[in-house]
Each structure stands twice: as structure tokens, then as C-alpha cells.
């Protein structure tokens, strides 16, 4: 059982920005993703959310081929995405955004459970709170859908270090609660240091792939497998 990506190649506009990529999502686990701007990282997001359809290679879930599968129909087989930049529904109340996604009273306080200091702005519109903030309620609407795998594109975009930080725990806390977490992060060493596995791509391909705690350890690995060496 886990999330697979089988030599996906993505093309978009001028040629392949996803290249020959294989990597593998477990449950209860976290795989850290990496790399450069435009490395290929949100492309390679979106053709397991269905976003884009890969031209070639596929997308497997838990033994079932998904590569064709809708986003709706992925989101339903148990696969929910967040994707890059601030996707709250800013008009609608911080209740309201879980109340999109949670099946059940018992979904919905579970993940009002993971950030208890939101307890307090459940009926103010989210446009009201802080960035961060903001991203609790993306993360506690994702959770709500109570996904088998979750991926979560540079959530902590626009958010000092220190208030992505209040994050980690809670994504390590949804991970060991069976979820497989993919997690795209621009600040590496924050986000492999609650990794079991890392990877980074350069140029659509993948230069790294292995021990986050090798990677962080060592700045020229690290260094090398940012510029593709
Ligand atoms: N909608 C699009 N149409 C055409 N090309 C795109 C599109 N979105 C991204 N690209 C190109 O695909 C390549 C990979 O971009 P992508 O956004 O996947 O990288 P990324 O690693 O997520 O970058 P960042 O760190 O900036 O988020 C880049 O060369 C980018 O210009
Ligand atoms: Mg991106």
C-alpha cells in the first residue's frame, strides 16, 4: 500500500518540465520534496492530483491506477492536495472552510483538534486572520477530508520561519495518524528535519532521493543536488 508515481514524464508548453521521475509515498510517513525554483516540483504535485495528466508513466494509489482518474474522483479515493499559494475561501468563515470538506461532526472536531488556538475565530472569515493562521485552516480543511495520502505545496510561502514552524508538528502529528504526507517545502532543512524520506529535483529530474538527515548533514550534497551535479 502507498502512493506511487511510475517514470512520469509531464510536458507543458515547450517541452518536458517532469522527466522519467518514480518516487513513492507511504502511509504514516512524510516524504520531503526539494529543489530550485521552476524545478518541476508543483507539476509534479499536480500530476498526482490531477491537475495535469502526465504524458507518460503512472499514477497508482494503493494498487489502483489513478492517472486518469478526475481530480474529483482522486479527491474521493482518498487524496487531497493543497496547493501552492493561500487557498482559503476568504469570504467564508474559518467553520465554514472545514465544514467544505468534513463528513461528519467527528471529522470536522478532529481537525479543529489540530490547532486549538482556532477555537476561538471558528466564526470569523478567515480574510480576517493572520497568514498563518490562514494555513492552519488550509491544513485543518485538508485534514477534515480525512485523506489516505495528503500533498502540501510550499505551504509555508509568505510565512516567517518561526510561523511555518508551528506547522511541523501538526503535519508530523496528521502523518503518524496513518496519513502518507508529500511535502514541498522552499525552507529544506525545516521541512527534511520531520522527513522520512527526501528528494530533490532539479530540472524535472530527481538528483537526490534518500536520507533527509544525509542531506541536511551535508552542505555539499546538499549543494550538488540543487545544481544537478
Ligand atoms: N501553466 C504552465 N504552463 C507552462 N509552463 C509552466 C506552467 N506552470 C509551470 N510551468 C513551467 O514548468 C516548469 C516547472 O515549474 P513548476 O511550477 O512545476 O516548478 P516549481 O519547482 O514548483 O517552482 P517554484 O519553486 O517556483 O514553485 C517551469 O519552467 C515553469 O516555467
Ligand atoms: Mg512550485
Redesign the pocket.
Given at each position: 500500500m502507498s502512493l506511487v508515481l511510475n517514470d512520469v514524464t509531464?510536458s507543458?508548453?515547450?517541452g518536458p518540465?517532469?522527466s522519467n521521475v518514480t518516487l513513492e509515498v507511504k502511509p504514516g510517513q512524510i516524504t520531503t520534496l526539494v529543489?530550485?525554483?521552476?524545478?518541476?516540483?508543483?507539476?509534479?504535485?499536480?500530476s498526482i492530483a490531477g491537475v495535469?495528466i502526465p504524458s507518460s508513466g503512472s499514477v497508482v494509489m494503493n494498487d489502483v491506477d489513478i492517472t486518469k482518474f478526475s481530480k474529483r474522483k482522486r479527491s474521493r479515493a482518498g487524496l487531497a492536495i493543497v496547493e501552492?499559494g493561500r487557498m482559503i475561501f476568504p469570504s467564508l468563515t474559518v467553520r465554514e472552510n472545514l465544514q467544505l470538506t468534513a463528513r461528519t461532526k467527528s471529522d470536522f472536531d478532529e481537525a479543529m483538534a489540530l490547532f486549538p488556538e482556532l477555537e476561538k475565530r471558528m466564526n470569523n472569515n478567515t480574510v480576517l486572520l493572520s497568514g498563518g493562521e490562514q494555513q492552519m485552516v488550509v491544513l485543518a480543511r485538508a485534514f477534515a477530508s480525512k485523506p489516505k495520502y495528503l500533498l502540501l505545496?510550499?505551504m509555508s510561502?509568505g510565512l516567517a520561519p518561526v510561523v511555518f514552524m508551528r506547522l511541523l508538528p501538526v503535519i508530523e502529528g496528521i502523518a503518524k495518524s496513518g496519513v502518507g504526507v508529500l511535502l514541498?517545502e522552499?525552507f529544506a532543512h525545516l521541512a527534511l528535519g520531520i522527513a522520512e524520506d527526501a528528494m530533490v529535483?532539479t530540472s524535472?529530474r530527481v538528483s537526490y532521493h534518500g536520507s533527509p538527515k544525509k542531506l541536511t548533514s551535508d552542505a555539499e550534497l546538499m549543494r550538488k543536488s540543487y545544481m544537478g551535479e
Amino acid at each position: 500500500m502507498s502512493l506511487v508515481l511510475n517514470d512520469v514524464t509531464v510536458s507543458r508548453g515547450v517541452g518536458p518540465v517532469i522527466s522519467n521521475v518514480t518516487l513513492e509515498v507511504k502511509p504514516g510517513q512524510i516524504t520531503t520534496l526539494v529543489g530550485p525554483n521552476g524545478a518541476g516540483k508543483t507539476s509534479l504535485i499536480e500530476s498526482i492530483a490531477g491537475v495535469i495528466i502526465p504524458s507518460s508513466g503512472s499514477v497508482v494509489m494503493n494498487d489502483v491506477d489513478i492517472t486518469k482518474f478526475s481530480k474529483r474522483k482522486r479527491s474521493r479515493a482518498g487524496l487531497a492536495i493543497v496547493e501552492q499559494g493561500r487557498m482559503i475561501f476568504p469570504s467564508l468563515t474559518v467553520r465554514e472552510n472545514l465544514q467544505l470538506t468534513a463528513r461528519t461532526k467527528s471529522d470536522f472536531d478532529e481537525a479543529m483538534a489540530l490547532f486549538p488556538e482556532l477555537e476561538k475565530r471558528m466564526n470569523n472569515n478567515t480574510v480576517l486572520l493572520s497568514g498563518g493562521e490562514q494555513q492552519m485552516v488550509v491544513l485543518a480543511r485538508a485534514f477534515a477530508s480525512k485523506p489516505k495520502y495528503l500533498l502540501l505545496d510550499e505551504m509555508s510561502l509568505g510565512l516567517a520561519p518561526v510561523v511555518f514552524m508551528r506547522l511541523l508538528p501538526v503535519i508530523e502529528g496528521i502523518a503518524k495518524s496513518g496519513v502518507g504526507v508529500l511535502l514541498v517545502e522552499q525552507f529544506a532543512h525545516l521541512a527534511l528535519g520531520i522527513a522520512e524520506d527526501a528528494m530533490v529535483v532539479t530540472s524535472g529530474r530527481v538528483s537526490y532521493h534518500g536520507s533527509p538527515k544525509k542531506l541536511t548533514s551535508d552542505a555539499e550534497l546538499m549543494r550538488k543536488s540543487y545544481m544537478g551535479e
